[in-house]
C-alpha cells in the first residue's frame, strides 16, 4: 500500500512538472510569436463587412497593425474568426506576402469599439461603410475631425464620386477614394479617384502606399460616376444582355465566350495591348484596318436596354438550371480558390519574366 502511494505521488509529481514545462514552452513560443514581425506602421478601417474583412487582411499580411472599428458593438470582434480563415487559405496558395502565417496575420488585427482610440497612431483610414452619400457624408465629416493632421483618410466607394461626400470636411485636400475590386485581399486592383480638392501629393503617396501594400493601383484622372472598372464591367454586360435578349445567344454560350475565349487573354494584358499584338504593324495599323467597323458596331450598341422582362427570367433560368441558390457559397468558395491559384501562377510567372529581364 506504501509502495502504491509513492508511486502515485511521483506520478503527480511528474504531471505537476510536465505541466509546469509545456506552459514554459507555451510561453516560449507565444514570445518568439510575437516578435516575428515587426509592424511596419498602424492603420484604420472602418467598417468590418466583407471589404472591410478583406482590407484588414491586405494591411496585416503586408506588416502593418490594423485597429479593426465598426459602429456596431461587438461586430469588429465578431469577424476575426471569418478573417483568420481566410488568411489559413491564404497561406496555403503563398500569398501572405511580409506575413508568414494566418497566426502572424491575426496579430496585427486588434478589433476596436471606439473610434477615437481607432484612429489614434495610425497613418491611413480605409471607410468601408455602406454605399450611400448621406451616410458617408456623415462618417467622412467625423473621421476628418479626429484623424490625425497628415493622415489620408480614403474611402472604399465603388460609384460614387468622392467631391459628392467630403465638401464639408475641413481638411477635405487629404480625402479621396480609394475603390477596391472585392475581394481585395484577392484582386489587387485599386481605383484610385481623387476629388478636385484632392492634393496631389496625396494621390502620389496613396498610390505608392497600395503599391507598398500589394496592390496594383491605377489612377483615375478625373471624376467619373462608378470609375473605371465598374464602367467597363457594365458595357460587356449591358452587352451581353442585350444579345441574350435579342436572340443571338444562350446565357450559357455568352460565359463560354468571356471565360474561354476574351477572359484567358485579359487575365494578363488589356485590351489596347492585345490589339497592339493583333495587327503587323500594332495598334496603329489595327485603328487603320478596324475603326471602320467598330464605330459601325459602336452605334449599334449604343442604344441602351434595361435588365427586365423576359431576359432576366432566361437569364436566370439558365443560371438556376445548372446550380441552385443553395449551392451558391460552396461555387463561391471554388471561384476563390481558382483565383488563389491563378494569382500564385501569375506571381510565379512575373518574378521569373523579371528575373530574366535583369
Same mark, same amino acid.
Given at each position: 500500500?506504501?509502495?502504491?502511494?509513492?508511486?502515485?505521488?511521483?506520478?503527480?509529481?511528474?504531471?505537476?512538472?510536465?505541466?509546469?514545462?509545456?506552459?514554459?514552452?507555451? #510561453?516560449?513560443?507565444?514570445?518568439?510569436?510575437?516578435?516575428?514581425?515587426? +509592424?511596419?506602421?498602424?492603420?484604420?478601417?472602418?467598417?468590418?463587412?466583407?471589404?472591410?474583412?478583406?482590407?484588414?487582411?491586405?494591411?496585416?499580411?503586408?506588416?502593418?497593425?490594423?485597429?479593426?472599428?465598426?459602429?456596431?458593438?461587438?461586430?469588429?470582434?465578431?469577424?476575426?474568426?471569418?478573417?483568420?480563415?481566410?488568411?489559413?487559405?491564404?497561406?496555403?496558395?503563398?500569398?501572405?506576402?511580409?506575413?508568414?502565417?494566418?497566426?502572424?496575420?491575426?496579430?496585427?488585427?486588434?478589433?476596436?469599439?471606439?473610434?477615437?482610440?481607432?484612429?489614434?497612431?495610425?497613418?491611413?483610414?480605409?471607410?468601408?461603410?455602406?454605399?450611400?452619400?448621406?451616410?458617408?457624408?456623415?462618417?467622412?465629416?467625423?473621421?476628418?475631425?479626429?484623424?490625425?493632421?497628415?493622415?489620408?483618410?480614403?474611402?472604399?466607394?465603388?460609384?460614387?464620386?468622392?467631391?459628392?461626400?467630403?465638401?464639408?470636411?475641413?481638411?477635405?485636400?487629404?480625402?479621396?477614394?480609394?475603390?477596391?475590386?472585392? +475581394?481585395?485581399?484577392?484582386?489587387?486592383?485599386?481605383?484610385?479617384?481623387?476629388?478636385?480638392?484632392?492634393?496631389?501629393?496625396?494621390?502620389?503617396?496613396?498610390?505608392?502606399?497600395?503599391?507598398?501594400?500589394?496592390?496594383?493601383?491605377?489612377?483615375?484622372?478625373?471624376?467619373?460616376?462608378?470609375?473605371?472598372?465598374?464602367?467597363? #464591367?457594365?458595357?460587356?454586360?449591358?452587352?451581353?444582355?442585350?444579345?441574350?435578349?435579342?436572340?443571338?445567344?444562350?446565357?450559357?454560350?455568352?460565359?463560354?465566350?468571356?471565360?474561354?475565349?476574351?477572359?484567358?487573354?485579359?487575365?494578363?494584358?488589356?485590351?489596347?495591348?492585345?490589339?497592339?499584338?493583333?495587327?503587323?504593324?500594332?495598334?496603329?495599323?489595327?485603328?487603320?484596318?478596324?475603326?471602320?467597323?467598330?464605330?459601325?458596331?459602336?452605334?449599334?450598341?449604343?442604344?441602351?436596354?434595361?435588365?427586365?422582362?423576359?431576359?432576366?427570367?432566361?437569364?436566370?433560368?439558365?443560371?438556376?438550371?445548372?446550380?441552385?441558390?443553395?449551392?451558391?457559397?460552396?461555387?463561391?468558395?471554388?471561384?476563390?480558390?481558382?483565383?488563389?491559384?491563378?494569382?500564385?501562377?501569375?506571381?510565379?510567372?512575373?518574378?521569373?519574366?523579371?528575373?530574366?529581364?535583369?
Amino acid at each position: 500500500r506504501n509502495l502504491r502511494e509513492k508511486g502515485c505521488q511521483c506520478l503527480a509529481l511528474s504531471y505537476y512538472f510536465f505541466q509546469l514545462f509545456m506552459n514554459m514552452e507555451m #510561453q516560449v513560443e507565444r514570445k518568439e510569436s510575437k516578435s516575428s514581425i515587426a +509592424p511596419k506602421g498602424k492603420v484604420a478601417v472602418i467598417g468590418s463587412g466583407l471589404v472591410g474583412k478583406s482590407w484588414a487582411i491586405v494591411f496585416a499580411r503586408a506588416g502593418y497593425e490594423v485597429n479593426l472599428f465598426d459602429a456596431i458593438p461587438g461586430f469588429a470582434e465578431k469577424s476575426l474568426p471569418a478573417i483568420e480563415a481566410i488568411a489559413t487559405e491564404l497561406h496555403k496558395f503563398g500569398l501572405l506576402r511580409v506575413a508568414r502565417s494566418a497566426s502572424d496575420v491575426m496579430k496585427l488585427i486588434h478589433p476596436v469599439d471606439d473610434l477615437k482610440a481607432a484612429l489614434s497612431g495610425v497613418q491611413w483610414v480605409q471607410e468601408c461603410t455602406p454605399e450611400n452619400v448621406e451616410s458617408k457624408r456623415k462618417v467622412f465629416q467625423e473621421l476628418d475631425a479626429i484623424a490625425a493632421s497628415g493622415v489620408i483618410v480614403a474611402s472604399s466607394s465603388s460609384a460614387i464620386p468622392p467631391s459628392a461626400f467630403i465638401g464639408d470636411c475641413a481638411s477635405k485636400h487629404r480625402c479621396l477614394v480609394v475603390h477596391p475590386v472585392n +475581394p481585395p485581399h484577392l484582386i489587387p486592383l485599386v481605383e484610385i479617384v481623387p476629388a478636385p480638392s484632392t492634393d496631389s501629393d496625396v494621390v502620389t503617396r496613396s498610390r505608392a502606399f497600395m503599391e507598398e501594400v500589394g496592390q496594383k493601383p491605377i489612377v483615375v484622372k478625373k471624376e467619373i460616376d462608378s470609375f473605371i472598372l465598374n464602367r467597363l #464591367q457594365g458595357a460587356v454586360l449591358n452587352e451581353a444582355f442585350k444579345l441574350v435578349q435579342e436572340g443571338y445567344i444562350s446565357p450559357q454560350d455568352l460565359d463560354t465566350t468571356m471565360k474561354d475565349g476574351l477572359g484567358l487573354r485579359w487575365s494578363f494584358m488589356g485590351p489596347f495591348e492585345t490589339i497592339d499584338l493583333n495587327a503587323p504593324g500594332g495598334v496603329k495599323d489595327y485603328i487603320e484596318r478596324y475603326s471602320p467597323s467598330m464605330y459601325n458596331l459602336a452605334q449599334q450598341q449604343a442604344v441602351a436596354k434595361k435588365w427586365e422582362g423576359n431576359v432576366v427570367d432566361e437569364v436566370v433560368d439558365a443560371r438556376r438550371g445548372i446550380m441552385p441558390v443553395d449551392d451558391l457559397p460552396k461555387r463561391s468558395q471554388w471561384r476563390d480558390h481558382r483565383l488563389m491559384e491563378l494569382i500564385s501562377q501569375k506571381n510565379r510567372l512575373d518574378a521569373a519574366e523579371s528575373k530574366g529581364a535583369q
